[in-house]
């Protein structure tokens, strides 16, 4: 199982991020793929999950509610996560993770700052 991350950057607060989790090795359509944040000194969260199978439900932190989208495509292998209306607090390592093989890929770094 193999977990790439990319996308990341720095960006002044209010602006937008794409992320990007591409991911191999395992039957990704069906796996449900999450993605999480650890800020320094903060353990880790979760931002958002996608469910496989086709039913391509989402759930979101309450913190991220209005502001972030994730979505897959299931023909490449992705996840993305759009970021919009960007925070200082929001400034973090962003991580995919795939809870049915346990694999975290290596993170992306976002800060937010102006």
């Known amino acids: 199982v193999q977990l790439v991350e990319s996308g990341g950057g720095l960006v002044p607060p209010g602006g937008s991020l794409r992320l990007s989790c591409a991911a191999s090795?395992?039957?990704?359509?069906?796996?449900?793929v999450s993605w999480y944040r650890q800020a320094p000194g903060k353990e880790r969260e979760l931002v958002a999950r996608?469910?496989?199978?086709?039913?391509?439900?989402?759930n979101y932190a309450d913190f991220v509610k209005g502001r972030f989208t994730i979505s897959r495509d299931n023909a490449k292998n992705t996840v993305d996560l759009q970021m919009n209306s960007l925070k200082s607090e929001d400034t973090a390592v962003y991580y995919c993770?795939?809870?049915?093989?346990?694999?975290w890929g290596q993170g992306t770094q976002v800060t937010v700052s102006s």
């Open positions: 090795g395992f039957t990704f359509s069906s796996s449900v």
């Open positions: 993770y795939v809870p049915l093989w346990d694999s």
């Open positions: 996608i469910r496989g199978a086709g039913s391509g439900i989402s």
